[in-house]
């Protein structure tokens, strides 16, 4: 998808004055944070789970060459297909190489944020293949032509009216005076219009939360059913999955699949857990008859054995965003790409680049509320400041950032003559302050007092006053 | 060590600058739980606008002159668990791989302490003599609270004055949207934050607003004086201390104070 993080500040700024988008971030504000914590609380192992949880995904990291064989071999064994995809382009190549092999003009889709990240509904439309997103927030924005802006709640920037009037306006065969004024109407709509194109797709693509090595199976995580009508009901399904979906074996997925529903919407766990593990067999009442897994790098494994391998472990829960208030005061399009919030912040300059990303890992205040409930103990801060360290190496931050910073370092280093500096500062100040005891404008801060008062310093340093005091004793 | 620690007290660079009363407030809280205070000349900033801003070289530079301004003493204690956190957990990240600093990093790490937590934890303070004749809401600052567990401890503490009613704010431990330079850097963004914030202080009702670290308490006051509300803000240290008959913060001598009473 197209790239819109380098203009991150005018993305925000159109954030903030958008009043309808700021009424829908408040849902994701008070309705996920809520549900979460009470999940939380009600499971008494439920921190010990976490730390399973990431060990668990350190140890995959650390074999993951052995895992992805063995879980090839299984896959293979049970009938299915594996396809090694090192770049997002390969990706979309081997997909539409199946489609185009069985004929295929419809293909759903269950709810695959890698599919965005490799673009391929668009790969898919430009060669004549109508991929049709079956998940009711894909769908939604895929009528409005939109990416989406979270990854467990795609549309939770968009709301109910507008989804009547891109309703009315895609399905124009039905009645333009039905009512829709209920959520329930909506939702029968699109599942009406939806459940058609399950029989009428030749292929369905889903992603997968979790490749198991032990069995071969992908296991998806869903609400709505939707993925398993697309990946039971086409005559072939696709998986989509990066490299470290992998996990060793079923009892480690049962453990990490306890921390990801309460992480992500407060379920203890998700409506559907579906497990799949090749294609139709001949004594199976249904199911595809063929089975593929595209098993995709597009730079993860350049991230193995650096400072952002943790990231690897990351389950997209969407908990970091739901907790970041700077997601919630600007929303996920704001950042720009695939991956929004905290996870964004760290993942997308190392699936791009610093140079098109940078804003992001700096567009936070470290308040460390995503570390405090990433079911995976991801350091997110930590790897946020590690992407700063890579930028202030290569000199990508503007001039006059570096210029201060050097010079208040400068004096830092040399202790009296900050203190002298420090006391002619204060004291210039305090005098200009005068009666208010605060600044309305201030050259230099101006970012600072463009909507809040600078407080002024009182005249003298405290480092003047307790040597005055000492003095005087 | 004696009965009576020697504590020195890292004053930090915006309490030195900004606001000398929270450096006076910290010493006589500190005195009053039986510390000598002493308060080394040779300090300067924790060094975290570089290592924040990904400049570790500095970074390492001025935290080489802190670890030096601090070294013999029984504690380190500062009044923020922002400039606190920076010596304790990142400290030993900064040095991890430098054997000559790394464990000089590590010791002063075992001795640094934020002032609040450090009266209760560690001095094993339960209550303060100061009163104040009103009602306060507490804002709790991000590295207090997710790096070094501050919560409950100056809750405590302010409960035991005499006088002052508790109202807490919703979304008490939500960011304020200060940041270091993010207040500047992305100023939109800070500015919905904070906007959020004061919201939530005007609910709570209360006359006074407190917290532990200068740089929130500066962003969240100069964001009510900007917006004409009324709630006065101060240092936690001010208030246990009982030294709120200075002006508040973002505001001066003309200014009527609240309505303090310090006994004893």
């Known amino acids: ?473 | 060590m004696s009965d009576t620690p020697r504590v020195a007290l890292f004053v930090t660079c915006l309490a030195d600058l900004f606001r000398p009363s929270v450096g006076f407030a910290a010493v006589k809280l500190l005195e009053e739980a039986g510390c000598a205070v002493e308060v080394p000349r040779a300090q300067t900033c924790c060094g975290q606008p570089a290592y924040n801003s990904g400049d570790k070289a500095d970074a390492r530079g001025v935290a080489e002159v802190a670890i030096r301004a601090f070294e013999g003493f029984d504690y380190v204690v500062a009044p923020s668990g922002s400039c606190a956190a920076m010596i304790k957990k990142h400290y030993p990240e900064l040095f991890a791989d430098d054997p000559v600093w790394g464990p000089r990093a590590d010791e002063l790490a075992t001795r640094t302490f934020e002032l609040v937590s450090f009266l209760t934890d560690v001095r094993g303070m339960e209550t303060v003599e100061a009163s104040f004749d009103g009602s306060v809401t507490y804002h709790d600052s991000c590295s207090g609270l997710r790096e070094l567990g501050i919560s409950e401890q100056p809750r405590k503490l302010l409960a035991s004055m005499e006088g002052l009613m508790l109202k807490e704010m919703e979304e008490s431990d939500i960011c304020c949207g200060f940041g270091g330079t993010f207040a500047v850097k992305y100023a939109d963004i800070s500015n919905k934050m904070v906007s959020k914030k004061t919201g939530h202080v005007e609910e709570a009702e209360a006359d006074l607003l407190v917290a532990g670290d200068l740089g929130c308490l500066m962003n969240m006051a100069g964001k009510l004086k900007r917006e004409g509300k009324a709630t006065r803000v101060r240092h936690v240290a001010e208030l246990l201390a009982g030294m709120t008959d200075q002006p508040a913060i973002g505001e001066h001598k003309g200014t009527p104070a609240e309505k303090a009473r310090v006994d004893g």
């Open chain 1, 1 to 473: 998808m197209q790239m819109r993080s380098p203009r991150f500040r005018e993305n925000a700024r159109e954030a903030l004055d958008n009043a309808q988008l700021q009424r829908a971030l408040t849902n994701v504000e008070t309705n996920f944070v809520g549900k979460r914590k009470a999940a939380a609380d009600a499971l008494p192992e439920f921190e010990a789970l976490r730390d399973k949880a990431r060990d668990i995904k350190n140890h995959t990291l650390e074999h993951l060459d052995l895992y992805l064989k063995a879980y090839e071999k299984k896959v293979i064994e049970a009938g299915g297909h594996v396809h090694w995809a090192e770049t997002a382009e390969d990706a979309r190549r081997i997909v539409l190489g199946i489609c185009k092999r069985v004929n295929a003009k419809t293909v759903t889709k269950g709810k695959s944020i890698v599919s965005e990240e490799i673009g391929l509904n668009e790969h898919l439309s430009a060669n004549g293949i109508q991929p049709v997103e079956t998940d009711l927030g894909e769908y939604i924005i895929q009528l409005r032509g939109e990416a989406p802006s979270h990854i467990i709640a795609p549309a939770v920037h968009v709301n109910k009216s507008e989804v009547e009037t891109e309703f009315r306006r895609a399905h124009t065969h039905l009645d333009p005076n039905r009512n829709l004024e209920e959520p329930e109407t909506l939702l029968n709509e699109a599942r009406a219009i939806l459940r058609q194109k399950y029989f009428d797709a030749e292929v369905g693509i889903t992603g997968a939360n979790f490749l198991i090595a032990e069995t071969g199976s992908s296991v998806i995580v869903t609400n709505e059913g939707n993925g398993d009508l697309t990946q039971t009901l086409g005559k072939v399904h696709i998986v989509l999955a990066t490299l470290e979906k992998v996990t060793p074996t079923l009892e480690d997925v049962s453990q990490i699949l306890r921390v990801l529903a309460r992480s992500a919407t407060g379920q203890d766990t998700s409506v559907y857990t579906t497990f799949s593990t090749g294609p139709r067999r001949p004594e199976d009442p249904d199911g595809p008859e063929e089975y593929h897994v595209v098993l995709i790098d597009n730079g993860r494994s350049s991230m193995l054995g650096g400072d952002y391998q943790d990231m690897l472990r990351c389950i997209r829960c969407g908990a970091c965003m739901n907790h970041c208030p700077v997601y919630h005061a600007i929303g996920g399009h704001a950042y720009g790409w695939v991956y929004p919030g905290p996870m964004g912040a760290v993942l997308t300059p190392s699936l791009t680049s610093i140079d098109e990303a940078g804003h992001l890992p700096n567009a936070s205040t470290f308040c460390g509320r995503c570390e405090s409930v990433c079911p995976m103990r991801i350091p997110l801060p930590k790897m946020m400041r590690h992407w700063r360290t890579r930028e202030f190496e290569r000199h990508l931050q503007p001039a006059s950032t570096r210029f201060g910073l050097g010079l208040w370092a400068f004096f830092a280093r040399r202790p009296a003559l900050y203190r002298a500096a420090t006391g002619l500062m204060v004291r210039t100040l305090g005098l200009f302050s005068g009666k208010r005891g605060r600044f309305a404008s201030m050259p230099f801060a101006s970012g600072w007092t463009k909507y809040r008062d600078l407080p002024a310093p009182e005249g003298k340093t405290f480092q003047q006053m307790w040597a005055e005091r000492k003095d005087a004793a």
